[in-house]
């Protein structure tokens, strides 16, 4: 069973500016709801039970919004709201599940990642991407459903239009298993347009094996200078571990950036 989500929030958000320079943007509310709440409740209807956050001194305000309980309760005693409470009660239900651990350098989401190796205590663990928004289906938990089936990990995966390739991590095909999940043969972050070896593309949902830590120890800065949790994937799928692409059926909001995100707000508040 999956019990256990890592969520990496310790990046800069520099294509949300202004809005990011002193607000953490997973905090930035869609339809009158903070964006990583959304996250949180997808985690909770797929059974997970703990979720760890990756944050960073200069993102402590997300701690605060699960930690404020002295504000609400003097709140709910002066004004008695029932609204106020029902939202208190909700933030205390998230509290209980989310432990966070500290990445003061965005050096990467592979180094994210690796912040949370003394915490993982299952062969296999989801990781959320809060910029990604999947909304009408649960794509957590119809990648938990694969990964019983073929005790294998398992990555979101959408077709993207092929001159939009180096925005994502892009994946081989080497079989298809049924219709809607392939065996993965390679995955390259972010590639040109010429190197990328599809228009298939991993989206922010994971199931990775815990054997991703020993290879995130020794993982070279790639792309960016970064430390790709792709590349530390590439490598396990070199030492022949199984990934399957899972084609999520739900509908894909990009919250990152400026314009995906505005889109976004609009999408859920017509949806
Ligand atoms: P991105 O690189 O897409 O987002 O990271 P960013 O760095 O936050 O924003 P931009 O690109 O500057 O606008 C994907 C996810 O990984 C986290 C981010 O917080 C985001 O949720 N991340 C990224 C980390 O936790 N640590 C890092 O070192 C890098």
């Given at each position: ?26 905090l ?6 903070p964006g990583i709440e ?234």
């Amino acid at each position: 069973m999956i019990k256990q989500a890592i969520i990496p929030l310790a990046g800069l958000g520099t294509r949300l500016l202004p809005l990011t320079s002193v607000f953490p943007k997973e905090l930035l509310p869609i339809n009158g709801k903070p964006g990583i709440e959304y996250i949180l409740d997808e985690c909770i209807d797929a059974g997970i039970k703990e979720v760890i956050f990756i944050i960073s001194n200069k993102k402590k305000m997300i701690k605060t919004y699960f930690y404020n309980d002295n504000f609400y309760k003097k709140i709910i005693k002066k004004k008695k709201d029932k609204r106020i409470k029902n939202e208190y009660k909700k933030i205390l239900r998230y509290k209980k599940m989310i432990k966070f651990v500290y990445q003061n350098k965005p050096l990467g989401t592979g180094d994210a990642v690796l912040k949370t190796k003394k915490f993982i205590k299952d062969n296999f663990f989801l990781m959320l991407l809060p910029d990604d928004l999947i909304i009408k289906k649960n794509c957590s938990k119809s990648m938990i459903k694969i990964h019983k089936k073929y005790n294998a990990s398992v990555m979101a995966s959408m077709n993207v239009r092929k001159n939009n390739v180096s925005r994502w991590g892009i994946y081989k095909l080497k079989n298809k298993i049924n219709k809607n999940n392939y065996l993965i043969s390679d995955v390259i972050e972010k590639p040109s347009v010429k190197k990328a070896p599809s228009n298939k593309a991993v989206i922010g949902r994971y199931i990775l094996p815990r054997e991703i830590f020993s290879k995130l120890l020794t993982q070279k800065p790639g792309k960016g200078g970064e430390i790709h949790i792709t590349d530390a994937i590439q490598t396990l799928i070199q030492n022949n571990k199984k990934f399957i692409a899972h084609n999520f059926s739900g509908k894909y909001l990009d919250c990152g950036s400026m314009s995906g995100y505005i889109k976004s707000t609009l999408k859920i508040a017509r949806s």
